[in-house]
């Protein structure tokens, strides 16, 4: 089993930064990705940014080189959002994958806005 906690969202200008961490406990040996998710009410949940084992991203087209994932240890994810738009608005979540299960934290809102 893993627990994930979410922290950093708030409200921001466009424009602006932000820096969501991620804390993964438990059971962390045998994780094999991380990632960010984003959700806005009515829609899909969709990848923002993924990092695997070894260190390879993916990045969700929107990105466009705005957002950075990375990692510091086995149980630390960070997503370092520069130059927010208003349509980043959502919930962020992040993830983690471990011998094929998934899971989720509760979700940081993100909001963007003058």
């Known amino acids: 089993q893993l627990q994930v906690v979410e922290s950093g969202g708030g409200l921001v200008q466009p424009g602006g930064s932000l820096r969501l961490s991620c804390v993964v406990s438990?059971?962390?040996?045998?994780?094999?990705?991380m990632g960010w998710y984003r959700q806005v009410p009515g829609k899909q949940r969709e990848l923002v940014a993924r990092?695997?084992?070894?260190?390879?991203t993916n990045y969700a087209d929107f990105v466009e080189g705005r957002f950075t994932i990375f990692r510091n240890n086995a149980n630390n994810l960070y997503l370092q959002m520069n130059n927010l738009k208003s349509e980043d608005t959502a919930v962020y979540y992040c993830?983690?994958?471990?011998?094929?299960?998934?899971?989720w934290g509760q979700g940081t809102q993100v909001t963007v806005s003058s």
């Open positions: 438990g059971s962390i040996f045998g994780i094999y990705v």
């Open positions: 990092i695997f084992n070894g260190g390879a």
């Open positions: 993830t983690a994958s471990r011998l094929g299960a998934d899971y």
